[in-house]
C-alpha cells in the first residue's frame, strides 16, 4: 500500500511541472491567466493523501508500516523544498497526525530529530507545530 502512496507522490509532482510547462510566461501575474500554482492538481493531491490515510488506518496496519508512512509524508516535503510542490506536500503533513502515534517510541524520536532538522521551528505553520508535538510525545526530548 505504501507503494500507492510513493506513486501518488510522484503523479503529483509530473502534474504540477506540467501545469508550469503549459502556462504561459504572464500567467499568475497580477493575480490573472492560469495561475500553475492554482492549478487543480494541488488540492487533488492534498486530498487523495487524506483518503489515502484513511483507506491505510481501516487496514489496520503495524505499527513499523505506519512509521514508514509518516517518515514519506513528513519528509517528502524537505525533499522538493525549492519545487512547485513543495507547500501541498508540507501542508499534507497534517495527514500524518493519525500515524504518528501508531509508530514504535524510537522511530518516532529518530524521525522527530530528522524533522526538528529539516523544518526548524520558527519556520513551522500551525498543523507543523502539531506534528511536532505528536512526534516528541512519549519520547525523550530535549525541548
Excluded at 508512512?69 to 525533499?79: F, G, H, P, R, S
Excluded at 499534507?92 to 526538528?116: C, F, K, S, T, V
Aim: hydrophobic residues 40%; glycine residues 6%; aromatic residues 10%.
Amino acid at each position: 500500500m505504501l507503494e500507492r502512496l510513493k506513486a501518488r507522490y510522484g503523479q503529483y509532482e509530473r502534474e504540477a511541472r506540467e501545469a508550469v510547462r503549459k502556462a504561459r510566461p504572464t500567467d499568475g501575474l497580477f493575480g490573472m491567466g492560469a495561475d500553475p500554482r492554482k492549478h487543480p492538481c494541488h488540492d487533488q493531491f492534498y486530498e487523495d493523501v487524506g483518503s489515502w490515510v484513511a483507506e491505510f488506518l481501516a487496514a489496520e496496519p503495524g505499527t513499523e508500516e505506519a512509521a514508514e508512512a509518516a517518515e514519506w509524508i513528513l519528509m517528502a516535503a524537505d525533499i522538493h523544498r525549492d519545487e512547485e510542490t513543495f507547500w501541498y506536500m508540507y501542508a499534507a503533513q497534517g495527514h500524518a497526525r493519525e500515524l504518528i502515534p501508531l509508530m514504535p517510541p524510537e522511530r518516532r524520536a529518530a524521525l522527530r530529530d530528522r524533522y526538528d532538522g529539516a523544518y526548524p521551528a520558527m519556520d513551522r505553520m500551525p498543523v507543523q507545530k502539531t506534528v511536532y508535538k505528536l512526534l516528541r510525545k512519549n519520547t525523550k526530548a530535549k525541548k
